[in-house]
């Protein structure tokens, strides 16, 4: 099992920066990957950014270029820099992290809400 806890969220401007942060706990085998979904009202979750234990970074193409995704393997910790956000970013982010071994699994955090205003 893998526990994850964001922490970050919340009210910012247009043009704003936020940091996302979250940390897991628990069994965690490599390889995996961590990262970042969000979901909109009347939306489908979707992919934002995730990070591979082996450093491979993958992004939506709606956030290239203004977030960033990195992980510190010895605190357990994965982070979402977020810098020019839109309007459109508003939504519920959820930390993830993708179990490959022993067995492919998903673990999401609760989510942390983030909200900007234009």
């Known amino acids: 099992q893998v526990q994850l806890v964001e922490s970050g969220g919340g009210l910012v401007q247009a043009g704003g920066s936020l940091r996302l942060s979250c940390a897991a706990s628990g069994s965690i085998f490599t390889p995996n990957a961590m990262g970042w979904y969000r979901q909109a009202p009347g939306n489908q979750r979707e992919l934002v950014a995730t990070?591979?234990?082996?450093?491979?970074?993958n992004y939506a193409d709606s956030v290239k270029g203004r977030f960033t995704v990195s992980r510190d393997d010895a605190k357990k910790m994965v982070y979402l820099q977020m810098n020019s956000l839109k309007p459109e970013d508003t939504a519920v982010y959820y930390c993830n992290f993708h179990q490959i071994w022993p067995r492919p699994m998903d673990y999401w955090g609760k989510g942390t809400l983030i909200t900007v205003s234009s």
């Open positions: 990070i591979t234990s082996g450093a491979s970074t």
